[in-house]
Each structure stands twice: as C-alpha cells, then as structure tokens.
C-alpha cells in the first residue's frame, strides 16, 4: 500500500506539474537565460510541497468528520479533471504556437524569485490541483497518506529542477509547436484516465 501510494502520488503530481502553464513557462525561460535557476526551482517546489502537505492533512480531518464529503470531492475532482482533459486534448489540436522566450534579461535574485511565487501563489489553479485534487485523491490510501504526499512532493522537485537545469538541451524541442500539443495531447489523455478511476473508485 505505501509504495502503490508513493507511485500514485508521483505520476499524479507529474501528470498534473508538467501541464503547461506560466509557472513552468517561467521555470523554463530562466533555465534558457541561465538565471537563479537553483532558486527559482527551490521556490516552486517547496511552494508545491507546503501545498500538497496542507491538502492531505486538511482532506484527511475533513474526511474524518465529514464522512460524506468523499464522494463529493471525489466526483468534483473527476469533473475538474474531465474538463481540464478536454481543455488540454482541445489545446493540442488548436496550438500553433511555441513557446515566446523573449524578454527582459538580467533581472535580480529579488523580482525574480518575487515574480515566481507571485506565479505560484496567485494561480488559482494550484489550489485546485494541490490542496483540493491531490487531497481529495490522498485518501484513497487510508494509512498511507504521508506515502502519497511524499510521491506527490517528490514529483515537484523532480519535475522543477529537470526543467529549469535541462532547459537548454530542451530548447530545440520546445521551439517546436508540435512538440506542445503531442504534450498537451498525453496530458489530456492521462487526465481522462485518472478521472475515471476517480468515479469507479480504484
């Protein structure tokens, strides 16, 4: 049960992480400027981590009271991920763009890092993957929550740091439109895969 937790919490939280987005559009950029790559990955993966810690242990005392609440989040969850599915199968066949690297250089450690949590904090949609997705999904290991957190977490750093320091290897690739909506297209799939576990309770 512990290492089926930590594996789902890993491919959840890559599944989710690698959605493209200005946070990772962000990471992405410093890596190509080579600019407070080490900081900016920390800031976003700490970010994540004290996200995803809060919305294990706020679902699981919830879940604790509230016994019903589960089905209601767990079916929430499947719409959310059903919807953000189709947005990104409907984004691969649309995009014809590829990723705009250009802009200012040479900004300092202070509006850097301040520009990335801003990204971070002020997403509303990183609530909804962390705190109320990846919680709603920690309790279907009933144990084994701190298990799923740690794939979960290990997954942000795993995910930043490869960016942000193999941006440059990448930059041939991500110059391509048509390595985004292969991307977009995986994304979308996983997503619909996920989201119909979630409504027959595996």
């Not at 962000?26 to 080579?34: E, M, P």
């Not at 599915?85 to 690297?101: C, K, N, P, T, Y």
């Not at 799923?148 to 740091?161: D, K, N, V, W």
């Not at 440059?168 to 048509?178: H, V, Y």
Request: proline share 3%.
């Amino acid at each position: 049960m512990t290492l089926s937790a930590f594996t789902t919490g890993l491919v959840m939280g890559l599944t989710l992480i690698v959605a493209i987005g200005a946070q990772n559009a962000f990471v992405l950029r410093q890596g190509l400027r080579n600019e407070h790559i080490f900081a900016v990955c920390l800031a976003c993966a700490v970010s994540d981590a004290a996200l995803i810690a809060l919305g294990v242990t706020s679902f699981r005392q919830i879940a604790q009271i509230l016994p019903g609440i589960d089905p209601f989040m767990r079916y929430g969850g499947a719409a959310f991920l059903f919807v953000y599915g189709a947005r990104s199968l409907l984004s691969a066949i649309r995009a014809s763009g590829a990723l705009d690297i250009s802009g200012q250089t040479g900004r300092g450690l202070g509006v850097t890092l301040a520009t990335c949590l801003a990204l971070t904090w002020l997403n509303p949609h990183v609530y909804l993957d962390t705190v109320v997705l990846l919680g709603t999904i920690s309790t279907r290991f009933p144990g084994a929550q701190g298990a799923f957190a740690a794939g979960a977490m290990s997954a942000s750093f795993l995910f930043f740091f490869s960016l942000g320091y193999g941006a440059r290897r990448l930059r041939p690739l991500f110059e391509k439109p048509a390595a985004w909506r292969i991307l977009e297209a995986i994304i979308g799939i996983v997503m619909f895969a996920i989201a119909l576990r979630l409504v027959m309770g595996l």
